[in-house]
Nanobody, 124 residues
Framework: QVQLVESGGGLVQTGGSLRLSCAAS????????MGWFRQPPGKEREFVAA????????YYTDSVKGRFTISRDNAKNTVYLQMNSLKPEDTAVYYC?????????????????WGQGTQVTVSS
């Protein structure tokens, strides 16, 4: 089992920045690919960004490329999502997730463990 706790969400104006953190406990953190997903109001949960076990590779959904950066610190058992140039359409509950699969994937269903989510609201 892996327990994940997100933090860092909040209310920000358009163009602002936030840094989300996700602290993991339980199994060895570096055994998991990590991902960030979000669920906008009234919509389904969607992929945002992911990072491989050692942090060598990252992947982003097109709408956040150049604005968001995912990173991880395996010594601190933490994954981050730096969000810059925020837009109202980034408003959502953001979730981090851990994937124990051998193959790196961005598919929501492949992720085994989820945090409780943190709200990000971008005002226009």
């Amino acid at each position: 089992q892996v327990q994940l706790v997100e933090s860092g969400g909040g209310l920000v104006q358009t163009g602002g920045s936030l840094r989300l953190s996700c602290a993991a406990s339980g199994r060895t953190f570096s055994n998991y690919h990590m991902g960030w997903f979000r669920q906008p109001p009234g919509k389904e949960r969607e992929f945002v960004a992911a990072i491989t076990r050692r942090g060598y590779s990252t992947y982003y959904t097109d709408s956040v490329k150049g604005r968001f950066t995912i990173s991880r610190d395996n010594a601190k058992n933490t994954v981050y999502l730096q969000m810059n140039s925020l837009k109202p359409e980034d408003t959502a509950v953001y979730y981090c997730a851990a994937d124990a699969s051998v193959v790196f994937t961005t598919t929501l269903q492949s992720y085994d463990y989820w945090g409780q989510g943190t709200q990000v609201t971008v005002s226009s």
